[in-house]
C-alpha cells in the first residue's frame, strides 16, 4: 500500500503535530550505525569487560611464566647442583678407595716379596706402612679364608668371608664385598687377590671399613633432608646410602637404571622416582674409574622446587590480589559508566520529552489540547494535496457555537472555558478516531472529514455533532444550552485549496447562524454572493475614512406648534464608490463587530461639532444637533475625551450638542451608566434616549438617569390613526416622557393623521418625513435660510 494513501489515518487526532522530525531522523541516519556503536548502552561496559579479560590474561599468562621460569632454573640449579655434588663425592670416594687400594697392592707387594703373609705383614707394620687400624682394618687371608695376620681386630676374620674369597679367587682387580652386619655395626671388605709363588690362588688382602664412613660427608646445607648420596656396586646393592640422618647400608635397585652413563662422557642427571625409597630426585650417577662401584647422588624434587612454589605462590597471591583489584576497578568503572549512561539517557530522554511539549504546544490548542489553526492549516495541505493525486473527496466542518458570548459574559471566563472543554470532548467522542478535530480560537471548530464517500455521509456527521452539542452542559452548578451551527465545504467541488475550503464553509456556517442557529449547511454557490458582499463590505468600510467617503445628513426636528426647526440630528451616511449611498442598517452591525465604529463614532462627532458652529458662522440660527452613540461608543473608555475634544477643537458650546443613546443600552447596567452620563452632563452635553419605549425598561431605573429629552420611538405610531390600543400605548410613553425629562420628541412621523394626533395629544416636538428627510448640509443651509425670511405657517402642517 501505499504510505502516503494511509496518511490521512496517520494525520489523526492521536498525530501529536507534525511530522517536522521526520526530515531530522533521515539526516541523522548516515551517522547513526556509528553513533549508536559508540552510544550503545552496553558497549562501554562490554569494551571494559573485554579490556579487564585482557588485562587479566595478561596477568595470569606473566604470573604463570615467571613460576615456569622460577621452576626451570630451579630444575637447573638442582641438576647443576647434583653434578656439583656428584662431582665432588666421586672425589672423596675415589680418593679413599684409592687409598684403600694402596695399601692392598702394598701387602699383596709385600707378601709376594716375602712369600708369607704373617712376615710380609709384619715387615710394612714394622715400616709404618699400614694404615692406623682406627679406620681400616687391614688383614691377610689364606686361600682357606683363615686368618694370617691383621693390624687390628678384623670383624670379618674367622667369618668365613666367603663372599669376598669368592670374589677375589675370580678377580685380578680390586673387590668389594657386600657388607657385613657385625653386631650393631657394619663391615665392607675390600680386597685384591693374592698369587702363591707357583701362581695359584693365595689367598686375599682385604681393607674392612665402616661403610657408612662413605657418606659421612652429606651435606644438609647443600643436599637437604631428602637429598641422597651413595655408593652402589655393580651388583645393585649399594654399599652405604644416605638420606638426610638415615643411613642405610645394603638395599638392592637396578643398577643400569641408575647409573645410565657408564663412560666417561658428561654425567646426565635425571629426575626420576628413586626405586629404593619412592622419591623423585635429580638424580646422578657415575661409575668409578678402575673400580666396581658408581657414586650416587640425588636432591629431591619437592626441596629443590620448593623455593620455586613458594615464589611461585606469592606470584599466584600477588596476581591475585592484583586481579580482585582489577575486578574491583572494573567493576566500579563499568558501574560508573552505567550510571552515566543512565544519567546521559535520562536527560537525552528530557530533551526529547521538553522538545515534544514544545513541538506540542507550537501545534496544539493550550485549553482543549486539540490541534490548533496553523497544525489544521498543514493537514488539510496535505489532503488536498493527497485527495488531488488520487482523486479522493474530503469535507471540513466549520462550527461555531451560538450564544457562547452570552455564556461567556454573564458567567465568566472560567466557565467559558469548561464549555470549550466539554465541547471539545464531546466532538472527540462523536467523531472517528481518523477525522480530525481543530479549535481555531473563540468558539470556532473545524471537523475534517479525510475521506468521505458522498455528501449524506457529511450531512449525518454534521447532524450528530449538532445532536451531540444539543444536551445540555452543566456550568457553576446549572444546565445550559448552547447549540452551534455548522457549515461545511467538500473538496473539490467547493474550493480547490485551503483557503477556499476554509473561507467557504465559513460562510455556509454564517448561512446555517442566519437560517436560526442549531443546523448545519452545506456551502452553495449561491449563498457565496451574499456572504461574500459581507466580506467586501468589510474590507472597503476599513478604507472609507481614510478615503473620506462617509458623509452627514442631517434631519430637522420641529416644533409642532410653531412649525419652527428646533435642532438637528446627525445621520451617517457611506458614499461607497460602486454601491452608492449606503445606510446605516446596512453597515453599522458590521463597524460595532469589527470595532470600526469607534473612529466612525469619532469622525461624526467631530464633523457634527464643526457643522454646526459652521451655520452659526454663517448666521444662521442657532440650534442643536443630536448626534447617535452606539454601545461601544458609549461604553468606550475614551468617549469622554472623545466628546470633549470634538467640542474643544470645533469650539462649538456644549449645550448645543445632543447625545442620542438608545434606551436599551442606558437601562441595561446603570451602575455603569450613570457615572457616564453624569461625565457627559459635566461637559454640558444633553442626553436623549432614543427609541423610547423599546427597552422595556422600568420607571424606576430611568428615573434615576440625568436625561434631557425623551425620543419616543416610531414604532408606535405606525398603527393607524384607528387603533385605539397604539394611541392608548402612545399617551402611555408620552406621559412617562413628560414625567423623565423636559421635552419629549415623536419621531418617524410620517403621515397627516399621526401629526393630528400628536397635535390634539399635546405632543409638540416631532421629527419624520412628513416634515423633512434627512439632507446634505449645503441643502439644511439652504433650508435655515429660508426658515429666517418665512416662518412655516401652521397650516403647511
Ligand atoms: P435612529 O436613531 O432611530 O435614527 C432615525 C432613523 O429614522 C434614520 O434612519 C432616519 O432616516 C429614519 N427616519 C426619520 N424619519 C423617519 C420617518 O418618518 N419614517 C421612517 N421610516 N424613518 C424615518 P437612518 O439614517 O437610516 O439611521 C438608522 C439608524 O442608524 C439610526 O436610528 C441610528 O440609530 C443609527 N445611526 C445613524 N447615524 C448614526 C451615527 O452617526 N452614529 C451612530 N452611532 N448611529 C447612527
Ligand atoms: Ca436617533
Not at 489515518?9 to 521526520?22: C, F, H, I, L, Q
Not at 556503536?37 to 604463570?64: E, G, K
Given at each position: 500500500?501505499?504510505?502516503e ?19 531530522h ?13 559508540l552510544?550503545h ?8 569487560v573485554?579490556?579487564?579479560f ?6 595470569w ?44 697392592r ?49 670383624l ?37 687377590r693374592?698369587t ?45 646410602r ?19 652413563e ?13 626405586e629404593?625409597d ?19 647422588v640425588?636432591i629431591s ?36 559508566s552505567?550510571?552515566?549512561d ?118 449525518s ?11 445540555p452542559f ?87 406648534d ?19 449611498t ?23 462627532l ?43 477643537d ?148
Amino acid at each position: 500500500m501505499d504510505p502516503e494513501i494511509s496518511s490521512p489515518d496517520a494525520t489523526a487526532r492521536e498525530v501529536s503535530g507534525p511530522t517536522p522530525v521526520a526530515g531530522h531522523e533521515e539526516s541523522s541516519h548516515g551517522r547513526s550505525r556509528l553513533y549508536r556503536l559508540l552510544h550503545h548502552p552496553v558497549r562501554p561496559i562490554a569494551l571494559l569487560v573485554l579490556a579487564a579479560f585482557l588485562a587479566l590474561a595478561v596477568l595470569w599468562t606473566a604470573t604463570w611464566n615467571l613460576g615456569r621460569v622460577e621452576h626451570e632454573n630451579a630444575r637447573e640449579t638442582a641438576e647443576t647442583t647434583s653434578r656439583e655434588l656428584l662431582d665432588t663425592y666421586e672425589a672423596q670416594v675415589f680418593r679413599v678407595l684409592q687409598q684403600m687400594d694402596q695399601t692392598l697392592r702394598s701387602v699383596q707387594y709385600a707378601v709376594q716379596l716375602r712369600g708369607d703373609g704373617r712376615t710380609a705383614f709384619d715387615d710394612l707394620n714394622d715400616r709404618d706402612l699400614l694404615p692406623p687400624d682406627l679406620i681400616f682394618v687391614v688383614s691377610v687371608t689364606d686361600h682357606d679364608g683363615n686368618l694370617v695376620a691383621t693390624n687390628g681386630a678384623s670383624l670379618l676374620a674367622g667369618d668365613a668371608d666367603d663372599d669376598i674369597l669368592d670374589l677375589a679367587r675370580e678377580s685380578h682387580s680390586l673387590v668389594v664385598g657386600q657388607p657385613v652386619a657385625v653386631g650393631d655395626e657394619w663391615r665392607l671388605p675390600v680386597g685384591r687377590r693374592l698369587t702363591a709363588p707357583d701362581g695359584s690362588f693365595g689367598g686375599v688382602a682385604t681393607v674392612e671399613v665402616d661403610p657408612t664412613f662413605f657418606v659421612s660427608g652429606y651435606e644438609v646445607s647443600r643436599l637437604g633432608r631428602d637429598g641422597v648420596v651413595g655408593i652402589l656396586g655393580q651388583d645393585g646393592v649399594f654399599r652405604a646410602r644416605r638420606s638426610g640422618d638415615d643411613v642405610t647400608v645394603g638395599g638392592r635397585t637396578d643398577y643400569e637404571s641408575v647409573v645410565t652413563e657408564q663412560g666417561f662422557g658428561d654425567t646426565r642427571t635425571v629426575l626420576s622416582t628413586n626405586e629404593w625409597d619412592g622419591v623423585r630426585r635429580y638424580t646422578s650417577a657415575r661409575e668409578l674409574y678402575g673400580f666396581p662401584v658408581a657414586v650416587v647422588v640425588g636432591i629431591s624434587e619437592n626441596e629443590a622446587l620448593a623455593p620455586a612454589d613458594d615464589r611461585t605462590s606469592t606470584y599466584v597471591a600477588r596476581a591475585g590480589m592484583a586481579s580482585l583489584l582489577l575486578i574491583l576497578i572494573a567493576g566500579v568503572l563499568a558501574w560508573m559508566s552505567w550510571k552515566l549512561d543512565r544519567v546521559r539517557r535520562r536527560e537525552g530522554e528530557a530533551q526529547v520529552a521538553h522538545a515534544r511539549r514544545v513541538e506540542h504546544l507550537a501545534y496544539h490548542d493550550s485549553l482543549t489540547g486539540l490541534p490548533n489553526r496553523s497544525f489544521l492549516g498543514r493537514l488539510l495541505e496535505d489532503r488536498v494535496r493527497l485527495a488531488g493525486r488520487y482523486g479522493q473527496q474530503f469535507a471540513v466542518l466549520f462550527l461555531d457555537l451560538d450564544g457562547f458570548k452570552q455564556i461567556n459574559d454573564t458567567l465568566g471566563h472560567d466557565a467559558g472555558d469548561d464549555l470549550l472543554r466539554e465541547v471539545a470532548e464531546r466532538l472527540e467522542a462523536t467523531l472517528r478516531d481518523s477525522d480530525v478535530v481543530a479549535r481555531m480560537g473563540g468558539d470556532e471548530f473545524v471537523v475534517l472529514l479525510p475521506t468521505i464517500a458522498n455528501a449524506d455521509q457529511v450531512a449525518s456527521v454534521a447532524q450528530k455533532v449538532i445532536d451531540s452539542l444539543a444536551q445540555p452542559f452543566v456550568l457553576l452548578g446549572e444546565q445550559f444550552t448552547v447549540t452551534a451551527s455548522v457549515g461545511v465545504s467538500l473538496y473539490p467541488q467547493d474550493g480547490a485549496d485551503v483557503q477556499a475550503l476554509m473561507k467557504n464553509a465559513d460562510i455556509a456556517m454564517y448561512e446555517a447562524k442566519e437560517a436560526g442557529k442549531k443546523a448545519f449547511r452545506f456551502f452553495s454557490q449561491w449563498m457565496g454572493s451574499e456572504s461574500r458582499e459581507r466580506l467586501d463590505l468589510e474590507v472597503s468600510l476599513r478604507q472609507a475614512l481614510v478615503r473620506q467617503e462617509f458623509e452627514l445628513h442631517y434631519q430637522a426636528r420641529r416644533d409642532l406648534d410653531s412649525g419652527r426647526i428646533t435642532g438637528m440630528e446627525a445621520l451617517l451616511r457611506w458614499e461607497h464608490p460602486r454601491l452608492g449611498t449606503v445606510k446605516p442598517a446596512k453597515f453599522l452591525p458590521l463597524a460595532e463587530e469589527t470595532g470600526l465604529i469607534l473612529p466612525i463614532g469619532k469622525w461624526v462627532l467631530r464633523t457634527a461639532c464643526r457643522q454646526n458652529v459652521a451655520w452659526l458662522a454663517d448666521g444662521l440660527p442657532r440650534l442643536s444637533v443630536a448626534v447617535n452613540l452606539s454601545a461601544a461608543q458609549f461604553f468606550d473608555p475614551d468617549l469622554l475625551d472623545v466628546v470633549a475634544s470634538a467640542l474643544e477643537d470645533s469650539d462649538m458650546d456644549p449645550e448645543l450638542l445632543e447625545l442620542e443613546i438608545c434606551e436599551s443600552i442606558l437601562a441595561r447596567d446603570t451602575f455603569k451608566t450613570v457615572p457616564i452620563l453624569e461625565d457627559l452632563k459635566r461637559l454640558g452635553t444633553r442626553i436623549t434616549v432614543d427609541n423610547f419605549g423599546t427597552g422595556y425598561s422600568s420607571l424606576t431605573v430611568l428615573r434615576g438617569l440625568p436625561l434631557d429629552t425623551i425620543k419616543i420611538d416610531r414604532l408606535f405610531l405606525r398603527a393607524d390613526a384607528g387603533n385605539a390600543m397604539a394611541h392608548e400605548v402612545t399617551d402611555a410613553l408620552v406621559a412617562m416622557g413628560r414625567s423623565l425629562s423636559s421635552s419629549v420628541v415623536v419621531h418617524g412621523v410620517e403621515t397627516r393623521e399621526q401629526v393630528d394626533y400628536l397635535r390634539s395629544h399635546a405632543c409638540h416636538q416631532v421629527q419624520g418625513f412628513f416634515f423633512d428627510r434627512p439632507s446634505r448640509a449645503t441643502d439644511i443651509a439652504v433650508l435655515l435660510r429660508g426658515e429666517l425670511v418665512t416662518a412655516p405657517s401652521q397650516e403647511s402642517f
